[in-house]
Nanobody, 116 residues
Framework: QVQLVESGGGLVQPGGSLRLSCAAS????????MSWFRQAPGKERELVAA???????NYSNYVKGRFTISRENAKNTVALQMNALKPEDTAVYYC??????????WGQGTQVTVSS
């Protein structure tokens, strides 16, 4: 069974930084694209960043230049370093296997609140 457990969220002021982590289990982690999604109240869940098994990355235009996705295959973890945070980044952040976001195994997510 695929399990994804997010951590690292919190309250931060605009311009601040947070690092999110995701612990994955139940599949061969190194073989899959991993990604981060986020969902703000009243909005659709949206793809934030993705990282391929070989390390290639892709980012939403909303976060490009500010966020960095990384993975440690030996530890079955994926991280999202978030810098220069803006209030519009406020959302629940979820890690994901793949990029489609159509599965049923979402974790609980971790809340990120950016406020002054």
């Amino acid at each position: 069974q695929v399990q994804l457990v997010e951590s690292g969220g919190g309250l931060v002021q605009p311009g601040g930084s947070l690092r999110l982590s995701c612990a994955a289990s139940g599949f061969t982690f190194r073989s899959y694209v991993m990604s981060w999604f986020r969902q703000a109240p009243g909005k659709e869940r949206e793809l934030v960043a993705a990282i391929w098994p070989g390390g290639r990355t892709n980012y939403s235009n909303y976060v490009k230049g500010r966020f960095t996705i990384s993975r440690e295959n030996a530890k079955n973890t994926v991280a999202l370093q978030m810098n220069a945070l803006k209030p519009e980044d406020t959302a629940v952040y979820y890690c994901n296997r793949g990029v489609a976001g159509t599965h049923d195994y979402w974790g609980q997510g971790t809340q990120v609140t950016v406020s002054s």
